[in-house]
């Protein structure tokens, strides 16, 4: 096991109806409010009214930032940057998901510094001071509402790039799963992928005695893939939706990092991936995973097959790990068709027509992984085998 | 699955030679420490000599006070509080297990309260404030280090009581498990013992829906319950004390009892055990716990099937469910009888002599528990039981 430093301060207000307390929390940080969102759908299913509602109720100013899009964009985060300094706002509401949230954590950061936000991104700048930020959660995928990361894609280049600190953790997050009764099939198993992401790029580590934690990741996953055809079968069901949204904040406040050496080399293979094609991350993560685990499992037979046979009860084959391994590999495949993803980027109709350039641009900073150490050739070979 | 609010703020610094970074983290706080600590072990193993020069190092002015007892008493914490406002002290850092913890967080809530500490724990008055708190544990046991409680014995009429509140949290908590290698065998089964008990009074809950948080408690029930062994067998382990050490603090920042109603009947009974004949809090429980079981199983006899497959990995017999429930039942007291802990009154010449009094001490607030609520009859059985 590894040393390491663990924390999860972002206060948790986790049920039924708790929108109505986003009013009541902000008043402990501030009195100016930005409400920060996405593409509108917070209006139609009367979220945007609820949270309005307790904002009003607690005598909050609010200016409003709607418009966030799906891997959303610097140029929106600088005119959140502008307009907050216009109006002294001192706390700024997500409302939405990983992008409303990543966006408001860039904007937090963005306020009180002198140069151009980016800076933050592209690593030529340390993260100092942030305003304050919340979420009200609707899409359980990315596990902003409960990290210290924020993903931004600039669009000269189209880069896709993380900035982390300690100061963007959200003070509270408001996670009702009823808000997320909503959210279609396909957005709804796009976060599942997403989550299940999370846990893997820890759980599949090099670092040796770590029982706990492993053990505590694989009860994520369990739960994740059972919760999932419940869900997709009744999208009302209250309990489902709960525990998938609950393991959607374990799987990234880092509690399942605890003393490994993360990997996060699939990541940064996505993020290239969803920067160029814009594709939804989650849906980017189903298909590369796959790719990854087929060409790094010799790495870690072992570990491949303790994943095989504790989440998906695949009995373990003692005259042939290997073979047990690639059932855990190939089951992960068919759970992500069956929940309705592409596991291929001929799914999406991605050819390799860009691999050399998406390849360039993941290695940038040296070689990228941990689990195996990747270069431009094996990532190369990893879109191969995604194809 | 139960409306819930989750937070866990401590830092905790985890691994090797954490214990020279104290002085460093108490200068974000104060600089003026009240060092409390036990009865002089931290002095005999060099811990003490660590510490101190870590906040010599950052020129902390340092005040002593050592001595804490286990189920630390009233008397010693009035002696805090008197010691802190001489001294003008800002900083409070326990060096120890829950005793010096829990003693430390009391004194904390002491020093800014104008009446008597003890109306915090009477329930007669409401803590507003508190000194800040570190801590540097010495004994995975009580989960102090990661919670808002602490509980106290008054000396007068053997009262012992908890106080919570989210002002007590420590701010940073340094778990180092080489510093747990000089425990003794019995020290080291009490503690898991006690670990094991705070898994079980969130585990037990007649909640349904609760998915996540069971396969994450019986994940960590698992990796205790597969790590006492070799500790008991290699005390040097390192690996195994790194596991055994962040279960519990995993066990008890209440991520486990999210979303659930925890029951807490058995530390009520216990409390009234140990306050009367000042055994182990851990041994106690180990006592407590198969009784409650035995008595209380009946109420929901699925839960305890799950209990004893999932955790014990014994076979269901789906033609009788209760024999699968006993075992699991059964199973624990061997366990806790093979790391050379009492399960039985008896084991510690404790007579039904006091029965009456401790029952009648147990629900003077009225029934307790939740699995299955209990009065003072029920309590009277479940001791017969225990003898």
Chains 1, 2 share one sequence.
């Not at 919760?227 to 009302?236: F, H, K, Q, T, W």
């Not at 991936?273 to 993560?285: M, N, P």
């Not at 570990?303 to 855990?328: C, H, L, M, P, S």
Request: include cysteine; hydrophobic fraction near 40%; glycine fraction near 8%.
């Amino acid at each position: 096991m590894e040393n390491f430093m663990f924390q999860a301060p972002t206060k948790i207000i986790f049920g039924k109806g708790t929108e109505n307390q986003t009013g009541e929390e902000i008043k402990k940080f501030g009195k100016k409010v930005l409400l920060h969102y996405g593409e509108g759908s917070i209006k139609k299913y009367g979220i945007y009214d609820r949270v309005m509602g307790s904002l009003k109720k607690e005598g909050l100013e609010v200016i409003e930032l709607g418009g966030v899009q799906p891997n959303p964009r610097l140029s929106m985060v600088r005119k959140g940057v502008s307009l907050c300094r216009e109006n002294n706002i001192d706390f700024i509401l997500a409302v939405g998901g990983g992008s409303a949230i990543d966006s408001a954590k860039a904007i937090g950061i963005g306020v009180p510094y002198s140069g151009d936000v980016w800076d933050f991104y592209a690593k030529k700048a340390k993260i100092r001071a942030a305003l304050p930020i919340g979420a009200v959660l609707t899409i359980p995928a990315a596990g902003s509402e409960v990290s210290c990361d924020s993903v931004i894609t600039n669009e000269d280049g189209w880069y896709k790039r993380s900035a982390d600190n300690e100061a963007i953790f959200p003070r509270f997050s408001i996670l009702n799963p009823e808000l997320t009764f909503t959210l279609s099939a396909k957005q709804t198993a796009i976060g599942i992928a997403d989550i299940m992401s999370h846990v893997f790029e820890r759980y599949f580590t090099q670092v040796q005695n770590v029982e706990l934690t492993d053990r505590l990741a694989e009860a994520t996953l369990k739960t994740l893939i059972n919760n999932a055809g419940i869900v997709l079968e009744n999208p009302n069901d209250y309990n489902a939706r709960a525990e998938i949204m609950w393991c959607g904040s374990i799987a990234h406040n880092n509690m399942l990092g605890t003393g490994r050496i993360n990997d996060w080399a699939s990541h940064g293979i996505e993020h290239e991936l969803s920067a160029i094609y814009d594709i939804a991350h989650g849906e980017g993560l189903s298909i590369v995973f796959p790719a990854w685990m087929k060409y790094v499992y010799k790495s870690n037979l072992p570990r491949f097959a303790q994943y095989a046979n504790r989440v998906w009860n695949i009995d373990i084959d003692f005259n042939n790990i290997e073979k047990t391994a690639i059932d855990g590999i190939n089951r992960l495949e068919s759970f992500f068709r069956e929940i309705g993803l592409a596991t291929r980027l001929s799914d999406l109709d991605i050819t390799d027509d860009r691999f050399d350039e998406m390849a360039n641009k993941a290695v940038e900073n040296g070689p990228i992984g941990f689990f195996k150490k990747l270069d431009k050739n094996d990532i190369l070979n990893i879109f191969k085998i995604a194809l």
